[in-house]
């Protein structure tokens, strides 16, 4: 059962994921960059409604691999799957032999498949596109995973 959705807050997905958390009851958390850094400049949101923690490094890739590590799977929401960070997410993912689940922002049919892959999940990491890459994707991965979840 679904006890906790991290993720590294970033605008776009990350936040996304955090957001569908909240609507549903579920525990939020996740490694932010130092400073809580996003494409938006310092975010101490993060930390006081989400309860990220502060990672070690300004860079996004050592958070990006501490929450795959932390999480017992990854979601990954993106209209861009070849975007840096989010093959980054995914390489990690291999490399740590972790369950990934890659989901169109924009998909019709995908209820069925996430909640089955989110089923003996604890732990959910929810990565993708920023906001820069994707506009709109913050919205639409949160209106996806609440509409998965609910």
Do not use: W
Not at 35 to 57: A, C, K, P, V, W
Not at 84 to 94: A, D, E, L, M, R
Not at 111 to 124: A, H, K, N, T
Request: glycine letters at 12%; proline letters at 3%; charged letters at 20%.
């Amino acid at each position: 059962m679904l006890k906790l959705i991290i993720s590294g807050g970033q605008s776009g997905a990350d936040l996304g994921g955090l957001l569908a958390a909240e609507v549903l009851g579920i525990k939020t958390g996740g490694e932010a960059p130092l400073g809580f850094r996003t494409e938006r400049g310092r975010q101490m949101i993060l930390q006081s409604r989400y309860g990220l923690h502060e990672g070690q490094s300004h860079g996004y890739a050592f958070r990006t691999m501490n929450n795959v590590i932390n999480s017992d799977a990854t979601l990954i929401v993106a209209t861009d799957f070849n975007s840096k960070g989010t093959v980054q997410t995914y390489n990690y993912c291999s490399q740590f032999n972790k369950p990934v689940f890659l989901l169109p922002a924009y998909a019709l049919d995908f209820r069925g498949p996430l909640r089955e892959f989110v089923q003996s999940i604890e732990v959910l990491n929810v990565a993708g596109n920023r906001e820069s890459v994707s506009p709109g994707i913050t919205i639409a991965t949160r209106d996806l995973i609440i509409r998965a979840l609910r």
